[in-house]
């Protein structure tokens, strides 16, 4: 069977299947290598078979799906770092100082107080082991260029390796960290950290070099610190500096994707290097000239730029496409981003769940299908017009693509991205043409004078229109409601109805009309679910104390000290809640039939109230042991308006007394439901 004509689609679907199956249900190493030894073993014997008995060729295509759902376990499996014996977690001692030897390999975004590293761990306690951690470094005691890429450090400290959702709806970091094989967090400050003489000189250490070396030179010239932090993001994805106002603009205005090296970026650099290498004359030789300039070149900016996860995909997707395109080999564009997809997902499983990567092919697809329809609904008869209108349709094309994907994970839609983007993707373009040029010659040494005026200029007139686009606020619609199940129909939606579009026939317009009722299904169900639901929840604050008692879409906050909104937004919209009421927190509560005691240092307790949960919060002075003697509840709860001392001494009474304790600051917010009632209504 040729490559090219390999069924992808199927493959790529159990490829994706398999590594869901494996991150949600964990597998031994040695059972998932059998459910890819199996297919692969059926396979085979199919293979061999189907010559003398056709009637099996059917078989093929199933086996092929199978095989490609082991795949995806084994892949999964084996990049899950934490599952190897010799990974850094199995030599941590329990809550105790640890002597940590770590290789620092990734800047990022600064704290206030901190820098922000992810750093390899190469021995716990004099022991060799790996794994990644995230290094935060005081600036108060150490200096930027001291800590470049590659530097090791000695650090005495406690590894934090686990923490919960803190509240409910918020992002939950632990998660997003463990999917890229990030299992701990280290604090380091000039009392219990040592930097080690020899850094590790690679390619990572090398490519910082050179990244530092341009910055300075740039920075020595006299180039605007804000304009070099704009500049460092869109030409070599050094984000980290930039202010949050500036990122709040991008973000207002629907463009923050270009302050992240992407697929957009790399396809400038493409049409930047396919413009210069045009006038080579045209026959064989130069045609693999042009493809191998290309290929290194992108893969040198993929270098340069840290070898992100963000940069490496939207490289390799391109270097699939380059490769297509100068070889004139008759293939399926879709067929090219789906091999480089699954190339992708083989090297880096957890990718699969990374946003940007979601975002990135999904836009491309919706691109590469969709555009060349809405291209077509108008013809315009001038250069400059054809130019914007393409622009437009690109836009448009990626917009509808990607705004399921927008709309669950970041539940706003910019309502200028149409005019933001017609301005910003021209500029984009030059800016990168100009900038990238500017790097290099920064880089060797060499700053040019006119160069810096002109990106000056650039930057400076796209930030002013792109803080006018976001000064639009009413145009920003945010906080809308939208489920992982409303995304899967917002998506059955578009593809039936783009599907219809470009043949519009009875059955294709009848799916259509399914996909609508679909998607209206889906709205309904959701909603109908949240009308009827009840929960009670005690939120995590530091020195402030917020309950809730949510009734369908209603929801009643009671607080005291500082008012929970900030913490409350997100689980609002993603519940679908309308009304929101905020009170005076008081002393009692009561959840369906379980009475509830807020004791705080106001309260005066009664023994007669026999509440089944308990509430501790604004560091309330009573004698615990004596209050579960008189009242005798089923459960207690401290919240994070306590101290950390009382909260050790209250613990160790209910493990005493064998009562669960739960601590808001250890386990993350507390939920009272209709799901769980039956079981605590049991304790």
Same mark, same amino acid.
């Given at each position: ?257 270009? !302050?992240?090296?992407? %697929? =957009? ?5 493409? *049409? $930047?290097?396919?413009?210069? #290498?045009?006038? /080579? ?70 990718? !699969?769940?990374?946003? %940007? =990567? ?5 836009? *491309? $697809?919706?691109?590469?299908? #969709?555009?060349? /329809? ?310």
């Amino acid at each position: 069977m040729n490559a090219i004509q390999f069924p992808l689609t199927r493959v790529a679907i159990g490829l994706t299947l398999g590594i869901l199956y494996a991150r949600f249900c964990p597998l031994l190493p040695l059972h998932s290598l059998a459910l890819f030894g199996l297919p692969l073993l059926m396979l085979i014997t199919l293979h061999l078979l189907v010559k003398k008995r056709p009637k099996l060729i059917p078989m093929i295509g199933l086996t092929i799906f199978l095989t490609s759902v082991g795949v995806g376990i084994s892949a999964f499996t084996i990049h899950y770092e934490k599952g190897y014996p010799c990974h850094f977690t199995n030599y941590l001692k329990a809550e105790s100082i640890d002597h940590v030897d770590v290789l620092l390999r990734e800047k990022l975004k600064s704290s206030d107080k901190n820098y922000r590293f992810v750093a390899q761990v190469e021995r716990i306690n004099q022991k060799a082991c790996f794994g990644k951690v995230i290094v935060y470094l005081s600036k108060v005691d150490f200096k930027a260029p001291s800590i470049a890429i590659g530097t090791r450090l000695s650090i005495n400290s406690m590894i934090y390796t686990s923490k919960p959702q803190m509240n409910p709806g918020s992002f939950d970091y632990w998660d997003y960290l463990q999917l890229k094989n990030i299992y701990g967090q280290v604090f380091a400050n000039g009392q219990n950290t040592a930097i080690q003489k020899q850094p590790k000189q690679d390619v990572f250490y090398w490519a910082d070099k050179i990244r530092q070396r341009a910055m300075t030179k740039l920075q020595q010239s006299g180039l605007n610190s804000e304009i070099l932090q704009i500049l460092a993001a869109l030409t070599v994805g050094q984000q980290q500096e930039i202010s949050p106002e500036i990122i709040r603009d991008y973000q207002s205005a629907g463009v923050v994707h270009i !302050l992240s090296v992407s %697929g =957009l970026h790399v396809g400038f650099i493409v *049409l $930047f290097l396919g413009f210069i #290498l045009k006038f /080579l004359p045209k026959n064989q030789k130069t045609r693999w000239v042009k493809l191998i300039v290309i290929l290194i070149s992108l893969w040198g900016f993929a270098l340069l730029a840290g070898l992100s996860a963000s940069v490496v995909r939207s490289v390799t997707m391109y270097s699939f496409v380059a490769m297509a395109m100068h070889l004139k080999r008759q293939t399926n564009i879709f067929h090219t981003l789906l091999v480089s997809l699954l190339l992708i997902l083989l090297a880096a499983p957890t990718l !699969l769940f990374d946003v %940007g =990567l979601q975002l990135s092919y999904t836009a *491309l $697809f919706f691109i590469l299908w #969709l555009q060349p /329809l809405l291209n077509k609904w108008w013809a315009p008869n001038y250069k400059i017009t054809r130019y914007f209108w393409q622009i437009t349709t690109v836009s448009l094309a990626a917009q509808i693509g990607t705004l399921p994907l927008s709309l669950y994970y970041f539940h706003q839609f910019p309502g200028l991205f149409l005019l933001a983007n017609l301005i910003v993707i021209p500029m984009i373009g030059l800016i990168m043409a100009v900038g990238v040029s500017i790097m290099i010659f920064a880089a060797i040494g060499w700053v040019p004078k006119t160069g810096i005026e002109l990106i000056s200029w650039l930057i400076q007139r796209l930030n002013g229109f792109i803080k006018f686009i976001a000064q639009a606020d009413e145009y920003v619609f945010k906080n809308i409601p939208f489920n992982l199940w409303m995304t899967f129909a917002a998506y059955l939606f578009v593809i039936l109805v783009v599907w219809a579009l470009k043949k519009p026939i009875y059955n294709r317009v009848k799916w259509a009309l399914v996909g609508v009722l679909a998607l209206q299904i889906t709205y309904t169900i959701s909603t109908q679910n949240t009308r009827t639901k009840r929960e009670w929840l005690v939120l995590h604050q530091r020195k402030a104390t917020a309950i809730v008692n949510r009734f369908g879409t209603k929801m009643e906050v009671y607080y005291r000290e500082t008012l929970p909104k900030n913490i409350l937004e997100s689980y609002q919209t993603s519940e679908f809640i309308k009304k929101v009421q905020y009170q005076k927190l008081g002393r009692q509560g009561r959840f369906k039939n379980s009475k509830i005691l807020i004791a705080d240092d106001l309260s005066d307790y009664s023994k007669k109230l026999n509440p089944d949960i308990i509430v501790l919060c604004n560091q309330p002075k009573v004698n615990l042991e004596r209050l579960l003697v008189d009242m005798n509840p089923k459960l207690v709860i401290a919240d994070g308006n306590n101290y950390p001392s009382s909260i050790k001494r209250w613990e160790q009474t209910c493990r005493q007394k064998k009562i669960p304790f739960h601590y808001t600051g250890k386990k993350g917010f507390f939920r009272l439901s209709d799901e769980n009632y039956f079981l605590f209504a049991k304790i």
